[in-house]
């Protein structure tokens, strides 16, 4: 079964840092595009940025570029995102995703994890 | 504000067609862009459903349809049903190869 499984809820305080997992399992972790998704509380879907595993080639959405890094390890088949500074801002629902066609990202996204609540309070 | 734009809600009865726009730009679905469309019914995550405009995945039933015209695309749902109740996002690509995403519809079924 080709599935995602990401890293357990997070509580942590402002200026923190953390890093999230996705490990992705039954496929070939190296030739699918990973994304990442933010969901604020009772908000919409935010596209964050993508890698490709295979090379680690990352693209960033403007509104997160500096903000957030995205990495994977082949050698695990996970991929994380992380922060160096938490703000408050950055309480959500955070979506690991991977895209449907080996190799390219410009197919949609058919496998997603369960999601990681990282919440962040003083 | 979303680079795309969605009605926030939209709503039909038991067995009714109800359609759902996401409208861009010609920076994004005018430019040729895919547009792909997502179910997240409470409290699970998204689900695809329309990828490439016009394809459903394995397991969508053909009760829902995509489409494209000029600088939008539509998903369609006909024959709807309760469990069809969900919010629904349209997603695509900009001119720097940047996903986006619609800021969702809520789907009611009266």
């Known amino acids: 079964e080709v599935q995602l499984v990401q890293s357990g809820a997070e509580v942590k305080k402002p200026g923190e840092s953390l890093k999230i997992s996705c490990k992705g399992s039954g496929y070939s972790f190296t030739n699918y595009w990973i994304g990442w998704v933010r969901q604020m509380p009772g908000k919409g879907l935010e596209w964050m940025g993508i890698i490709y595993p295979g090379d680690s080639d990352t693209r960033y959405s403007p509104s997160f570029q500096g903000q957030v890094t995205i990495s994977a390890d082949r050698s695990t088949s996970t991929a994380y995102l992380q922060w160096s500074s938490l703000k408050a801002s950055d309480t959500a629902m955070y979506y690991c995703?991977?895209?449907?066609?080996?190799?390219?990202?410009?197919?949609?996204?058919?496998?997603w994890g369960q999601g990681t609540t990282v919440t962040v309070s003083s | 504000q979303s680079v795309l734009t969605q009605p926030p809600s939209v709503s039909g009865a038991p067995g009714q067609r109800v359609t759902i726009s996401c409208t861009g730009s010609s920076s994004n679905i005018g430019a040729g862009y895919d547009v792909h469309w997502y179910q997240q019914l409470p409290g699970t995550a998204p689900k695809l459903l329309i990828s490439e405009t016009i394809n459903r995945p394995s397991g969508v039933p053909d009760r829902f349809s995509g489409s494209k015209s000029g600088t939008s695309a539509s998903l369609a749902i006909a024959g709807l049903q309760a469990e069809d109740e969900a919010d629904y996002y349209c997603?695509?690509?900009?001119?720097?190869?940047?996903?986006?995403f619609g800021g969702g519809t809520k789907l009611t079924v009266l």
């Open positions: 995703a991977r895209h449907s066609v080996a190799g390219t990202y410009n197919y949609g996204m058919d496998v």
């Open positions: 997603q695509s690509y900009d001119s720097s190869l940047r996903g986006v």
